[in-house]
């Protein structure tokens, strides 16, 4: 993991979505990096080293991987559990952020051991406090983040 900066890498198929989260981390004083990828193929090079991403000094092993559900070629759900069964990446935190409420996408991703879940507020407000939150646990060891203490998250279902 890249212990000299923060770096986030989020995985978003919506360029509305990825332009609103340029502007909201701009807006909290987020001074790391944000990496960007439109699916979960390119995150998994990217995370590999692979090809267009082996220099390490342009794309560096993020503190923190934000990951859409729905997106093409690879899904989040699929990237998680390859992070999951990785080594070297097992501990870095992975945040789901998606539109979806549905409960069987909440208990797949806790389920591959995801830090959190969280749906994407359609109210800027929320979606302020969120980034700021989320911009917090840059740094983090998977499994060291209590998703109920940000704001947006969807608790792991009770295993009765």
Not at 9 to 29: K, P
Not at 38 to 47: K, R, S
Not at 74 to 82: I, N, Q, R, Y
Not at 95 to 118: H, I
Request: glycine residues 6%.
């Amino acid at each position: 993991m890249n212990d000299e900066r923060q770096v986030i890498l989020y995985a978003d198929d919506s360029e509305d979505d990825v332009l609103l989260m340029h502007r909201v981390l701009e807006d909290v004083g987020f001074t790391g990096e944000l990496q960007v990828l439109p699916h979960g193929l390119d995150v998994i090079d990217y995370l590999s080293g692979s090809g267009h991403y082996a220099d390490r000094t342009l794309y560096p092993l993020p503190n923190l991987v934000l990951l859409d559900i729905k997106m093409p070629r690879v899904d989040g759900l699929e990237v998680l559990k390859w992070i999951r069964r990785d080594e070297a990446l097992r501990t870095t935190p992975v945040l789901m952020l998606s539109a979806s409420r549905q409960a069987c996408d909440v208990a797949e991703a806790y389920a591959a051991k995801a830090d959190a879940y969280l749906v994407k507020p359609v109210e800027m407000t929320a979606f302020r406090a969120l980034v700021t939150a989320v911009t917090t646990l840059c740094g983090r060891s998977a499994g060291t983040i209590d998703p109920l203490v940000i704001p947006g998250s969807v608790p792991a279902p009770s295993r009765d």
